[in-house]
């Protein structure tokens, strides 16, 4: 695993001018977040050694290298679910890569259903912890020392810091963000009316398909974590609206400039 690590690592690294040290997983409905990228670097997934693939409509696979707001950033437009049949080494193998090339800071971002009660579709969650129930952990495993600890704190899994600075740079802006914790589950089924009220109950706000097992792995390598959710539908007992991808799509797609303008601000103060 290493030196598949690194190989792709070096793969990349030769590609491109400056390897930054911030990088960006866009979740669905959530890839033209690019756009605001400048002097932009496309490496396609499929050009890249042991990347695998993205299948799901929706996700672009590319490795994006460029600047957002003068800081180099390097974003993954599409990521890899455990839904669609990738295992948790594949799912989180980006998030390796990242740390052989010095990345420090991570953005998460995806879309997620919303189960509390004061959540609005295309609200922002700042998410602030999170409930990890997909069947197996990504640490799962031979621990590798170079790449982290057998046993890894998750008490601060998402940093405080920049929760804080991306409350400050919300509120200057004048952008509605709410707080939560996200439920992180296999999919690919959205929930039953019976599931989104036991999630609420376990203490989760919000619940999606991804996110966590990346998150687990950057903590793991010691990088500094924030991560954003779009509520793209509700769920609940007293909800009846069926949520669909291309809903979710198009709600995550309404709060991109908002949830840029945020992910911006705080790449501006890190
Ligand atoms: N459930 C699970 N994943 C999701 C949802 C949801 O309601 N919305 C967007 N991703």
């Given at each position: 695993m290493l030196t598949k690590i690194q190989k792709t690592a070096e793969y990349i690294k030769a590609k491109v001018k400056s390897v930054p040290d911030t990088a960006i997983i866009l979740g669905t409905g959530l890839g033209?977040?690019?756009?605001?990228?400048?002097n932009k670097n496309y490496i396609p997934y499929?050009?890249?050694?042991d990347f695998p693939v993205s299948t799901v409509e929706g996700h672009s696979g590319n490795l994006i290298f460029g600047t957002l707001g003068g800081r180099p950033v390097i974003a993954m437009q599409g990521r890899f679910h455990?839904?669609?049949?990738?295992d948790m080494k594949e799912v989180t193998f980006p998030v390796r890569v990242m740390q052989a090339l010095g990345v420090k800071t991570l953005f998460v971002s995806n879309a997620a259903g919303g189960m509390n009660k004061e959540f609005k579709v295309g609200d922002i969650m700042i998410i602030t912890d999170h409930i990890n129930l997909f069947?197996?952990?990504?640490?799962?495993?031979?621990?590798?020392d170079e790449l982290g600890p057998r046993f890894p704190a998750m008490?601060?899994?998402?940093?405080h810091r920049l929760i804080e600075i991306a409350d400050n740079v919300a509120a200057e802006k004048g952008i509605r963000v709410m707080h939560g914790v996200y439920v992180g589950t296999p999919g690919p089924t959205f929930e039953t009316p019976a599931e989104y009220e036991y999630f609420r109950i376990i203490g989760g706000d919000a619940v999606g398909m991804s996110t966590v097992p990346e998150v687990i792995v950057a903590n793991h390598a010691g990088m500094e974590v924030f991560g954003v959710s779009v509520i793209t539908d509700l769920g609940g007992k007293d909800v009846t609206e069926v949520p669909t991808h291309e809903e979710v799509q198009k709600a995550a797609q309404k709060a991109q400039p908002f949830m840029m303008e945020v992910i911006k601000g705080i790449v501006a103060r890190i």
């Open positions: 033209a977040l690019v756009d605001h990228i400048e499929t050009e890249i050694p455990y839904y669609e049949g990738y069947p197996e952990n990504p640490l799962r495993g031979k621990n590798y008490t601060e899994a998402y940093s």
